[in-house]
C-alpha cells in the first residue's frame, strides 16, 4: 500500500472517531458480523461523551474536516433528496466550498507553465490576492494587455493524486455499504460515487467549463433575461481559464438588490423563465445554480438581468425527454395521474410490466394532499422530488440528466422564492410549457422535423441495401431481379407512410424509419 493511501486513511478514520460517525452506522441494520466488528474498535473501550450535534451536522463537520474531495461530495449528496433522509439532505446543503487558498506564487507558476509565457506578457495588471477560492480551482483578478478586465481561474495544483487517493477510498466504502447492508443497496452508493467521480474530473478540465460557457453565452446572445462572460479561448488552456470580469450584486445580497429598487417580482420570475428555456428551448442548462454562481446587473434595475458563472456542469436532455417531461408535468398539475403513470412507462423510466393501475394509485396517494393548498404555496421542486421518489418503488432506473434537472430545479425555486416570497411558479411555468408544446406542432417545426428525416434518407438507404444484399448472401441469384412495378408502388406507399410518421414529434420515430428503409429498398432495388 502506498504511504500517501495509508496516511490517508489514517486520517480518516481519526475524522470518524471525533465525530462519533461508528455510532451513526451501529444504528443501521448491518449484518451482526459486522457490528461485533464496529463494537470491538479500539476507540469504544475508552469513553466517550455524547456530541451535542444531530447526526447531520457531525456528518457534515467531518465532511469538511476531510477536505475538499469530501466537501465536493457532500454536496453532490446533498442533491440526491431521493437517497437521503431530509435531515441530513438539509444538513448537507449547508456544505460551503469555502477553502483556503493555495499560495499566490503556485498559482502563477501554473499559469505561466500553461501559457507558456511570463505573466507580464500576457497581462498588464494581476492580483495576486485571490478573488475567491473554492475547492477545485481559485480565481484571480487580472486586465489583458488590450486593455480587457478579467478573472483567471487556476486548478489547485497536486489535486489530481488526492482525488484518486480519496475517490479509491470512496469506492471501498461503497463497495462495502453494498454487500453489508440491503438498505444500502437500494440507495446504490457506487453509483452515487461514480457520478461525483466523472463530475470531479469534468470540472478539472477547465477547457470544458469555457466550451460551456461559450455555448450557453451563444443561447442567450443580445438576451434580457441572462447574461454570460466572454470567455478568452486564446488564454484558455486545461487548468487555466480566462474570461471576462463581471460586476454585478450577488443575488443573495437583498438589501443592495432592495437599495438599488431592483424588480424583485420581475427578477423571480425571469429566474423561472431562464430554467424552462435553458431546458426545453435549448436543452443545455447551467446545473449549478448556487447562490455562489449568480449575480444581477446593476444597469437596469427596473428590468433585471441575470449574470451566470462557472459552467462546470451542464445538464442536457434528448427530444423524448424534453417532450414527456413536459407532458408530465401539464399532466401533474391537472391531476390527470393515469396520464403521469402511463407516461412514465411509454418513457422507458419504469419498467413495461409495471402494473399502470397500481402505479397511477400510488402517486395519486402521494400527491392529493399537496393539492390541497393554493398553487403558490406548492414547491415546484418538491412535486417533481415526490414523483421520482414513488417512481423509484416500481424499480424506476436512475436518470442521471433528469437528477440534475431535479436539483436545478429546487435551487431555481428556492432562490426565487428568496427573492420574492410570493412567487407562484406554476403561473409562471405553465404558459411557457403549453406554448412549448404548441410550437412543436407548428408547421414550421413539422416541416423541421421531415427535413432533418430526409436527410438522413441516402445514408440510411445505402446501409439498408448492404445490409438486405449482406442478408440475401447465398440464398439469392447471382443477379438480383429487377423491382416490379407493384414493388415500386408498394415501396411509393412505404414512403408516403414513413413521411407521415416523420411529421408527428410526439410518436415513437423507429416505425417511420422502418418504412423508410422498405420503401427507398423497393424503389431504388435494380
Given amino acids: 500500500m502506498k504511504l500517501l493511501a495509508l496516511r490517508r486513511l489514517i486520517r480518516i478514520q481519526q475524522v470518524v472517531v471525533r465525530y462519533q460517525l461508528d455510532d451513526l452506522l451501529l444504528d443501521l441494520p448491518l449484518p451482526w458480523w459486522l457490528h461485533a466488528l464496529l463494537r470491538a474498535a479500539p476507540w469504544h473501550w475508552l469513553p466517550r461523551a455524547p456530541l451535542a450535534m444531530s447526526r447531520g451536522e457531525r456528518l457534515r463537520r467531518s465532511l469538511e474536516d476531510l477536505g475538499p474531495v469530501f466537501i465536493k461530495f457532500g454536496q453532490l449528496l446533498s442533491t440526491r433528496r431521493d437517497l437521503l433522509p431530509p435531515d441530513i439532505a438539509d444538513e448537507l446543503a449547508r456544505l460551503q466550498d469555502q477553502v483556503p487558498p493555495f499560495p499566490p506564487e503556485q498559482a502563477v507558476a501554473l499559469i505561466e507553465q500553461q501559457l507558456g509565457a511570463r505573466i507580464d506578457q500576457v497581462f498588464s495588471r494581476f492580483e495576486h490576492q485571490p478573488l475567491a477560492s473554492a475547492s477545485v480551482a481559485q480565481v484571480h483578478a487580472a486586465q489583458l494587455r488590450s486593455g480587457e478586465d478579467v478573472v483567471v481561474k487556476v486548478v489547485r495544483p497536486g489535486l489530481e493524486p488526492v482525488i484518486r487517493q480519496d475517490m479509491a477510498w470512496l469506492f471501498a466504502l461503497a463497495r462495502v455499504m453494498e ?42 446572445d443580445g438576451s434580457p433575461l441572462l447574461y454570460v ?111 403521469v403513470a402511463q407516461l412514465h412507462i411509454d418513457s422507458g423510466w419504469v419498467p413495461a410490466e409495471t402494473r399502470l393501475n397500481d402505479f397511477e394509485a400510488a402517486i395519486r396517494t402521494v400527491c392529493e394532499p399537496v393539492f390541497e393548498k393554493p398553487l403558490k404555496d406548492i414547491s415546484f421542486g418538491q412535486v417533481l422530488l415526490r414523483l421520482f421518489q414513488t417512481a423509484r418503488r416500481f424499480n424506476m432506473e436512475v436518470q442521471p440528466q433528469l437528477v440534475l434537472l431535479q436539483k436545478t430545479l429546487l435551487n431555481i425555486e428556492g432562490l426565487g422564492r428568496q427573492l420574492y416570497p410570493e412567487l407562484d411558479l406554476w403561473s409562471t411555468a405553465k404558459p411557457y410549457l403549453e406554448r412549448w408544446m404548441r410550437q412543436r406542432m407548428s408547421p414550421l417545426r413539422l416541416l423541421h422535423n421531415l427535413q432533418s428525416q430526409a436527410e438522413q434518407m441516402p445514408v440510411l438507404a445505402k446501409k439498408t441495401r448492404a445490409a438486405l444484399d449482406r442478408l440475401g448472401q447465398g440464398c439469392a441469384p447471382a443477379t438480383p431481379p429487377r423491382s416490379s412495378g407493384v414493388e415500386r408502388l408498394l415501396g411509393a406507399v412505404l414512403l408516403l407512410g414513413a413521411a407521415s410518421q416523420g411529421l408527428a414529434p410526439a410518436v415513437d420515430t423507429w416505425p417511420a424509419w422502418v418504412m423508410l428503409a422498405g420503401g427507398l429498398y423497393l424503389v431504388l432495388r435494380r
Wanted: hydrophobic letters at 40%; proline letters at 5%.
Fill in 229 to 339: 462572460p466572454q470567455v478568452y479561448w486564446d488564454w484558455c488552456r486545461p487548468k487555466v481559464l480566462v474570461m471576462e470580469r463581471i460586476y454585478g450584486i450577488p443575488v443573495t445580497d437583498l438589501a443592495a438588490l432592495h437599495d438599488q429598487h431592483t424588480d424583485m417580482k420581475k427578477l423571480a420570475e425571469r429566474g423561472v423563465e431562464i430554467f424552462f428555456t435553458q431546458v426545453f428551448r435549448d436543452s443545455f442548462f447551467h446545473a449549478d445554480m448556487h447562490p455562489g454562481n449568480i449575480f444581477v446587473s446593476t444597469r437596469t434595475p427596473h428590468d433585471p438581468q441575470y449574470i451566470a458563472i462557472d459552467c462546470g456542469i451542464i445538464g442536457s436532455l434528448t427530444a423524448e425527454d424534453q417532450d414527456y417531461l413536459a407532458r408530465n408535468l401539464l399532466a401533474f398539475f391537472k391531476r390527470d395521474y393515469r396520464k
Fill in 179 to 220: 454487500r453489508a447492508s440491503a438498505d444500502a443497496r437500494r440507495l446504490r452508493p457506487v453509483e452515487v460515487v461514480g457520478d461525483y467521480e466523472k463530475t470531479i474530473f469534468d470540472e478539472l478540465d477547465l477547457l470544458r467549463e469555457a466550451a460551456n460557457g461559450t455555448q450557453l453565452r451563444r443561447n442567450f
